[in-house]
């Protein structure tokens, strides 16, 4: 062991170890107390008398040394890099404070050591006289503070802003009110560089932040048309521990929506008036203060942008448009666009020209009640035309359009206007089928008594016409369930949600989110789970649209066929033959031979619809939603095609 | 120099006297800073490693050869030295971050009396060089009274370190099931056990205070380490009854979060979790002096954070309306002797105040949620409507419409088409469920079970289970249960539901007797979906708080009750309706015996619909109108919310009881009784069948397969089954209106006015 050769004679008077160790507190090494690199702390000199003891005494005492080295390197290293950032530099000086603070003691201690030492001075102690266990006495609190420190400066290499405030909070969760203290009041002087980032953030919505320290970034490369998604993100390794995360999703929030009131809602002065208006200094300590007044310029900003958002740039009207347009509201409107346009759709689609399109909306407009609407409203419907392939009619490519512009586009992105495009064209589609049975439907009523000529065809017509009702009844359930319980009840719900006007634009975004994508999914477009009943209804509308053109090809063959016989008729007056009463006349070859076919389409075609429906409808019941299995509810009142099904 | 060497080689025991006290008092002084001396070192022949020396305190031995006298005056002073390592080393540990708020409290509090010891150490050095005539002698006058509070620092350290070894030796018992309960997923192996942290410390401080209170000295150490020691925990309760937050991050507290339980359960959650298990107290670690207070603090917080949960701010308390609810509060504040000394040393007595007010702050709030903003009172209204069919016509209509729905095997029926009818019901203007806005929450069921089947389970498994509402709960659950593969608990209810049919078969068998086997109680009957039809009620969090799935599974129960005798009603007058109008029946048939035995079924179907209607007047306006006043009367003096839950329970309670639920004789008796009238009905169209056959037999006078023996026989078995279930009923009545409620008096007095049955010879 050491203490052999270590020489523990009474050599040295204690005043001069004292000497040393002062010395030694401030990193130095003094005469007989030196810094031992081995073993890192400092060690008396072996070879001098001191009593061991002592010895350890001093060992005890020049732990502090050691501390004092640790930090003292830290400031310095750190003092002149500015990379470690604004927080950091904030706790270099707080370092800085303490150790001087640390200075003064020690300038007290020395002083009394040479008060002692002076040999003109009586060399009898008085009671404030040092020893080196006096010494370790006083220095205690100092000794605590310094530990503290290292542990600090230790733990806090390489971290920076948040992530650096949040380890000094993380210290503070300790019991003893001195060390609670006293690293509360480290943190509060290290935070105030991110409080102030924080303040200008949430009054100014300014980010003044140079080393990328504060929990919200910026990328200046987006454009300003994106403002609200893309241009801020979160930094959560930089989101202090005790500002939790639905806070910092507030302050988050605040600052955005400040920006999105200066630069794409033009409302530069209000935010300036806010700024310039009375605002209370943030800092650290009082967590729930904090909050309230978080709370309270959040309500303030969201309001403020809600009211900009639904006053000077009318939200609510444009809602109200998309949903009267473009998922079919306005009912006047759609007749007179779908009479007007029926007929020139099934044209191939490039044959339709853009402004003869324009013009027929226009008209429509003028002949409804959407005249009365607001003009800047009625100036964003537009036509628009899909791009056009090979085959295509006008049916496939035509679709209503609402222009948007800044700032609204931030609610009415592009993707929710295609699905807005999706859901009108479903709807279209169904209300082109709603129109052509309804014609089918006319021709079966107004052509009943020349029918009835051919008593041949009667139970075929007959057939024709039940089948009809049948689809007639799908159409318009599909459309009620379609207009009412999807669209109505969703409707119902955004006003609801809207009216609460509570949250901010991100919360609005996600209620007419969840409005759209309640509509897609109810309205069959996109169901949450694999099973997807849009190519099954829409095959149910295609047989209905072929089986209204074997109606159609019916209905020639029959008028054809009158003719015939009408002609054959004269010809037959003319020769003098007696005229034979049509009833009674049969088909003759030919014509039986061109009706044969379309009595075999239609059959096909019409169980083919039943087969379809049937298949769709035994899925609905299944699901688990319950609104589809209404729907297949009230598709089915009477359990017709579940018989049917059964019986198949 | 060579002296002072010379000096130091010496043998102590060979100086003069003068000079061994001089080097003794020098060493001591360092000894007592835990520092070796020169002739008193560590006594190294107790053979202990450095660990626990380190632990116990260091064990010093003097110089063997100092001066008798001198050694034990020595001897005296160095248990201090020992005192101070040991503390020192506790200190040091204890400090550490993973030993919670109270522990560095309480480590703080012990380094002030440290310091202060040290201090006592500089000022005897000083005393020692400046001063001649200082001596051990004057060493031991100073030290005395500093040994006495160290001696107290220590036992009190160590008490602590004993515990935290025991509590690790029988942590696999503890902290097992508080792993099991936590499933967190992080591992407990590093955690502190709760007996020596947070309450365990308060615990270990007020036991030890209120032990040695007698030394005035000891005393007010205490009062001073348990005044430092609790503020972190009285921060932690103050901010846990003022604002439901519990900042815990070293698990010391008395309440535990359990985060994994969430509201979002309570919908289908059978057992109340939420509201049971999200905030529990931490049994054993509550400081025993706030135990009088710990249900008050558990459910001041957990309203608060009911309240927090649905998105209302909780607001710090005013200091005027402290002062004011203070003052109101004096008259019933909790009977606790307010001037003990150990709440004393606490935050001066201040908390408990503070827990009335908060408690009662708490309460308010909750309350006014509940009533006002939450319409408790319009919602138990609409339940009341629903299931319990008052002002009913919606329900009659929706009986009609879905009537051939309702008709076939409960599992071929469509819940879809019954919801899509029901809703057509509600909302149809003219009936009075129109006006209901809480319409829309009403949903249609379909039970699995029958409901005598299922009352049948809960109550026997009731008596042997060990807590009644638990298990009674999770076996009301049962259908649940089959549905949702319930954890590990099912095991026991799997083996008891099994168990209960047979048990019941078994009983029933002997009872029945004759009557068609085990038609109505046995477990693989098939029900119509008149029998499985059940309504459910849509509640969200907090009204579930209130309105829990075990109040509404009771409510389902009471509902399919009435539901039961309004069909068995319907169908008794089904039948009255074909004796009065059918061209058969009413025709004279002139034989004077079959007259006589259509007099008899005329007399049978018509004490049938009196048992019948007297007993659904019974339950409805006797029972349910009744107890619902109470309720109401209840809930407008409210002044809890637990009041609110207790109750509605105990409304629900005594409906299922009153209506003879909760028994299972009356039960299966009264289950005989309506299926003898259901078979009755069922009956009918064979006796009108039977009667045309007599008619024509007896115009014809020729004997024909259907004898009128046979078909009186037929009659008096069903006679027969009737009288002796409703006699059987009324004396089991008259029975249990002595041990379970008297209101079951009212029944018997409606049943049998006359004394009919009274009268009746009893013929089984």
Redesign the interface.
């Known amino acids: 062991k050491v203490a052999e050769t270590e020489n523990t004679m009474y050599e040295i008077s204690e005043a001069l170890l004292l000497r040393d160790v002062v010395f030694v507190f401030q990193g130095i090494d003094g005469q007989y107390i030196k810094f031992d690199k081995t073993t890192g702390s400092y060690l008396v000199d072996s070879k001098i008398g001191v009593q061991r003891s002592t010895r350890e005494l001093i060992s005890r005492l020049s732990e502090m040394g050691c501390l004092y080295r640790k930090v003292h390197a830290f400031v310095n290293d750190s003092i002149d890099d500015i990379s470690i950032g604004l927080v950091g530099q904030a706790f270099c000086s707080a370092l800085q404070r303490e150790l001087t603070e640390y200075y003064k003691l020690m300038a007290i201690l020395e002083s009394q050591i040479t008060k002692e030492t002076d040999p003109n001075l009586s060399t009898q102690s008085t009671p404030h006289s040092l020893s080196l266990k006096r010494m370790l006495v006083s220095i205690n609190e100092s000794a605590e503070k310094l530990r503290l420190m290292a542990v600090l400066v230790n733990g806090c290499a390489r971290q920076k802003g948040g992530a650096l405030v949040s380890y000094i909070y993380m210290h503070t969760n300790h019991g003893d009110p001195f060390r609670h203290e006293f690293v509360e009041h480290i943190l509060e002087e290290v935070s105030k560089p991110f409080y102030e980032m924080l303040q200008s953030w949430i009054y100014e919505g300014e980010l003044e932040d140079p080393f990328e320290e504060f929990f919200v970034g910026c990328d200046p490369t987006v454009e300003e048309e994106d403002l609200w998604q893309h241009k801020y993100f979160m930094r959560t390794d930089m989101q202090p521990s005790f500002i939790s995360a639905l806070l910092a999703k507030k302050i988050f929030s605040i600052g955005k929506s400040l920006n999105f009131i200066r630069y794409s809602c033009h409302d530069n002065d209000w935010v300036t008036a806010k700024g310039k208006g009375t605002k209370s200094v943030l800092k650290y300590g009082d967590v729930i203060a904090l909050e309230h007044s978080i709370d309270a310029t959040y309500t303030k900003t969201s309001k403020r942008l809600l009211d900009i958002l639904f006053t000077k740039y009318k939200l609510m009207e444009h809602l109200t448009a998309l949903k009267r347009y473009l998922l079919l509201g306005q009912g006047d409107f759609v007749q007179y666009l779908m009479d007007q346009l029926g007929s020139g759709l099934s044209k191939p689609a490039n044959t339709l020209h853009r402004h003869n399109l324009t013009g027929t909306l226009e008209a429509a407009i003028r002949a409804s009640n959407a005249q009365y609407d607001d003009q800047d409203i009625l100036q964003r419907l537009d036509v628009r035309l899909a791009n056009i392939s090979a085959g295509d009619v006008g049916w496939d490519v035509f679709s209503l359009d609402y222009h948007v512009d800044s700032p609204i586009n931030t609610i009415f992105t592009p993707p929710t206007m295609i699905q807005y495009t999706e859901l009108f064209r479903f709807l279209w589609r169904l209300k082109r089928v709603e129109h052509d049975l309804s014609a089918a439907w006319r021709r079966q009523m107004t052509s009943a008594r020349t029918l009835a000529q051919i008593p041949e065809i009667e139970k075929d017509i007959n057939n024709s016409r039940l089948v009809c009702s049948e689809m007639i009844h799908f159409v318009y359930q599909l459309q009620y369930y379609l207009i009412f319980e999807v669209v109505g009840c969703s409707w119902d719900v955004l006003e609801t949600d809207i009216s609460k006007k509570s949250g901010d634009l991100d919360s609005l975004i996600e209620i007419h989110n969840r409005y759209l994508n309640d509509i897609t999914t109810k309205g069959f477009l996109r169901t949450s789970d694999s099973q997807d009943y849009l190519p099954s209804v829409l095959k149910i509308i295609g047989f209905i649209l072929q089986y209204k053109n074997i109606l159609d090809e019916l209905y020639n063959f029959v008028v054809k066929e009158l003719m015939r016989r009408e002609h054959s008729n004269i010809q037959a007056s003319r020769k003098g033959k007696p005229v034979e009463d049509r009833r009674n006349k049969s088909l003759d070859k030919e014509a039986r031979e061109a009706f044969l076919p379309i009595q075999r389409k239609l059959g096909e075609v019409a169980s083919n619809f039943k087969g379809e429906l049937v298949n769709l409808l035994t899925e609905l019941e299944h699901h688990k939603d319950t609104d589809f299995r209404f729907l297949s509810v009230r598709l089915d009142f009477n359990e017709f095609y579940h018989n049917y099904a059964k019986k198949v | 120099?060579s002296f002072?060497?010379a000096f130091?080689e010496l043998i102590i025991g060979s100086l003069p006297t003068q000079l061994q006290e001089y080097a003794i008092i020098e060493?001591l002084?360092?000894v007592m800073?835990g520092?070796?001396?020169?002739y008193i070192g560590v006594n190294k022949a107790d053979g202990l490693t450095e660990e626990i020396r380190y632990i116990e305190g260091i064990d010093y031995v003097v110089d063997s050869t100092l001066d008798p006298s001198l050694k034990d005056l020595a001897e005296r002073i160095l248990p201090l030295a020992t005192y101070y390592t040991a503390i020192g080393a506790f200190v040091e540990t204890y400090?550490e971050?993973k030993y919670?708020?109270?522990?560095?409290?309480?480590?703080?509090a012990i380094?002030e009396l440290l310091?202060e010891y040290?201090?006592l150490?500089?000022q005897l050095?000083?005393q020692f060089?400046?001063s001649s005539s200082f001596t051990l002698q004057k060493f031991w006058f100073y030290v005395h009274p500093t040994l006495h509070t160290m001696s107290n620092i220590h036992s009190l350290v160590m008490e602590i370190r004993d515990n935290y070894q025991e509590s690790m030796e029988d942590d696999d018992s503890i902290n097992g099931y508080d792993e099991l309960l936590n499933s967190d997923g992080f591992s407990k192996k590093n955690s502190i056990p709760q007996q020596v942290k947070g309450g365990g410390i308060l615990s270990i401080l007020s036991y030890r205070m209120s032990q040695m209170s007698g030394d005035p000295d000891t005393k007010k150490l205490y009062v001073y380490l348990l005044s430092?020691a609790s503020?972190?925990y009285i921060s932690m309760m103050h901010t846990w009854i003022h604002?439901g937050e519990i900042r815990d991050?070293y698990d010391e507290f008395m309440i535990q979060e359990r985060k994994n339980v969430k509201k979002e359960h309570l919908k289908e959650d059978f057992n109340d979790t939420y509201w049971e298990m999200r905030y529990t107290i931490r049994e054993n670690t509550v400081p025993p002096f706030l135990i009088p207070f710990q249900k008050k603090i558990l459910l001041a917080g957990k309203y608060l954070n009911v309240i927090r949960e649905c998105g209302i701010?909780i607001e710090?308390p005013r200091k005027k309306t402290i002062d004011e609810s203070v003052a109101e509060s004096k008259a019933d504040r909790t009977d606790v002797n307010m001037n003990s000394d150990v709440l004393l040393a606490m935050d001066g007595g201040r908390f408990v105040e503070n827990i009335e007010i908060a408690y009662k702050r708490a309460n308010r709030t909750l309350l006014d949620l509940l009533l006002k903003d939450q319409q408790l009172l319009a919602r138990l209204r609409s339940i009341k409507r629903y299931f319990f069919l008052d002002q009913s016509d919606f329900f009659t209509h929706f009986l009609d419409l879905a009537w051939s729905e309702l008709k076939k095997p409960s599992t071929q029926v469509?819940i879809?088409?019954l919801?899509?009818l029901l809703d057509l019901v509600l909302r149809n203007p003219s009936s009075v469920a129109y006006a209901d806005p809480f319409k829309e929450d009403v949903k249609v069921e379909m039970s699995s079970v029958g409901l005598v089947e299922q009352l049948l389970r809960i109550i026997n498994v009731e008596p042997t289970a060990m807590t009644r509402g638990g298990r009674a709960a999770e076996d009301l659950g049962g259908r649940r249960g089959e549905e949702s593969d319930g954890e590990g608990l099912d095991e026991g209810g799997g083996e008891r539901q099994t168990y209960a049919p047979s048990v019941i078969g078994s009983i029933i068998g002997s009872i029945t007797g004759t009557l068609v086997g085990g038609h109505s109680t046995g477990g693989g009957k098939q029900l119509t979906g008149i029998e499985a039809l059940s309504l459910d009620y849509v509640v969200t969090f907090p009204l579930s708080l209130v309105i829990s799935r075990k109040a509404l599974t009771k409510y389902q129960l009471l509902f399919r009750h009435l539901l039961y005798l309004k069909y068995v009603e319907q169908l008794l007058c089904n039948i009255w309706t074909e004796h009065f109008k059918s061209f058969h029946w009413r025709e004279e048939s002139g034989h004077p015996s079959i007259t006589a035995w259509k007099n008899r079924m005329y007399a049978l179907r018509q004490r049938m619909l009196v048992f019948i209607q007297q007993f659904s007047y019974y339950v409805t306006n006797e029972v349910l109108e009744r107890q619902w006043r109470i309720l109401q009367s209840n809930l407008a003096k409210l002044s809890t919310v637990d009041q609110v839950l207790e109750y509605h329970t105990d409304f629900l309670d005594t409906c299922l009881k009153e209506c003879m639920l909760t028994n299972a004789k009356l039960l299966r008796i009264f289950a005989k009784l309506t299926h003898t009238c259901v078979l009755f009905a069922n009956y009918t169209e064979k006796f009108r069948k039977s009667l045309m056959v007599l008619k024509s037999q007896s115009d014809g006078n020729n004997s024909g397969p259907v004898s009128l023996e046979q078909q009186e026989k037929t009659l008096h078995k069903f006679e027969d089954n009737f009288l002796y279930h409703i006699k059987l009923l009324i004396e089991a009545l008259n029975f249990y209106s002595a041990t379970e409620t008297v209101q079951f008096l009212c029944l018997v007095v409606r049943l049998d006015y006359n004394l009919y049955y009274y009268n009746q010879p009893s013929k089984r």
Not at chain 2, 35 to 38: S, V, W
Not at chain 2, 100 to 108: E, K, P, S, Y
């Open positions: 120099k002072e060497r130091s060493d002084l360092f800073m520092i070796e001396g020169k400090s971050m919670g708020f109270v522990n560095h409290a309480l480590c703080g380094r310091k040290l201090i150490i500089t050095e000083h060089r400046t430092k503020k972190p604002h991050p701010a710090e469509s879809t088409k919801q899509s």
